[in-house]
């Protein structure tokens, strides 16, 4: 019998028996854990408000075996607060479901429970910090998270040289399939023709350069929206639940 502790984003919460609840955080040294936090659904449990989704912890894990990940699911025994995200997220529409769909990107991810995930984990809790902070639009927050994540698992986008024969950009079309814009020796059925407004606009959201994306115009950022939704779901192979919901500029 062992006790880990580690620091993780709580993404999601399940209902076991009367009381309890299953915990899924993505944590910084074990990747993706689930774990059982018993009393937690009690009214007069402080536990359990530490443990709601968008909450950065602290927690203190019991597992029987030498390893957190085994047969059965460890007990969640102990857990601080580090950062409340949740608290400035969940009382405003758009935040709330621009921060679910990061929660959802971040689990699909991470599909492999205690395999180490730090960059995705550093990314998850940036983005909800930046998200609860306000200071972009919640759309566009997501976007770029959702950019960032396909980066650091190997899907990063191309947005201007072709990304099939690497022609300097900027190019016209996009194709999801290719790898992102392509030029027109390159291009392939199904390819588009987004403005190179919503172009420049990506662009900006993967590599941070948020003066270009907070001055953009709203139809650029729909537009956006739809190229990262219809990439993310090529290389997820099924779309996000949550982004049916998200509130778009």
């Given amino acids: 019998m062992s006790?880990?502790?580690?620091?993780?984003v709580v993404l999601r919460t399940q209902k076991l028996g009367e009381a309890d609840r299953i915990i899924t955080l993505l944590t910084r040294g074990q990747g993706r854990v689930r774990a059982v936090a018993r009393g937690v659904r009690r009214t007069k449990s402080k536990f359990g408000a530490r443990l709601e989704p968008f909450s950065h912890v602290d927690v203190q894990f019991f597992a029987r075996g030498s390893e957190l990940i085994g047969r059965g699911l460890p007990l969640c025994t102990q857990s601080?607060?580090?950062a409340p995200y949740g608290r400035h997220i969940v009382t405003d529409y758009a935040r709330y479901t621009a921060g679910t769909a990061m929660l959802e990107t971040a689990e699909r991810f991470t599909?492999?429970?205690?395999?180490?995930?730090?960059?995705?984990?550093?990314?998850?809790?940036?983005?909800?910090?930046?998200?609860a902070e306000g200071s972009h639009a919640p759309a566009?927050?997501?976007d770029a998270f959702l950019l960032r994540s396909l980066a650091v698992n190997g899907y990063a986008p191309s947005f201007a040289d072709c990304?099939?024969?690497?022609?300097?950009?900027?190019?016209?079309?996009?194709?999801?399939?290719?790898?992102?814009?392509v030029c027109g020796d390159c291009r392939v059925p199904g390819s588009v023709v987004p403005s190179s407004e919503t172009l420049i606009l990506l662009g900006a959201l993967?590599?941070?350069?948020?003066a270009t994306a907070d001055a953009c115009e709203a139809r650029h950022a729909r537009e956006g929206s739809g190229l990262v939704s219809a990439y993310l779901s090529w290389h997820l192979e099924r779309g996000l639940r949550s982004l049916r919901y998200v509130e778009k500029r």
């Fill in 111 to 131: 599909a492999n429970e205690g395999e180490p995930a730090i960059q995705q984990y550093l990314l998850l809790v940036g983005g909800l910090r930046t998200l």
């Fill in 3 to 8: 006790l880990f502790r580690d620091d993780g």
């Fill in 140 to 142: 566009l927050v997501m």
């Fill in 163 to 181: 990304a099939r024969c690497g022609l300097p950009g900027p190019n016209r079309f996009f194709s999801v399939s290719s790898g992102g814009a």
């Fill in 206 to 210: 993967l590599t941070g350069d948020w």
């Fill in 80 to 82: 601080e607060t580090i």
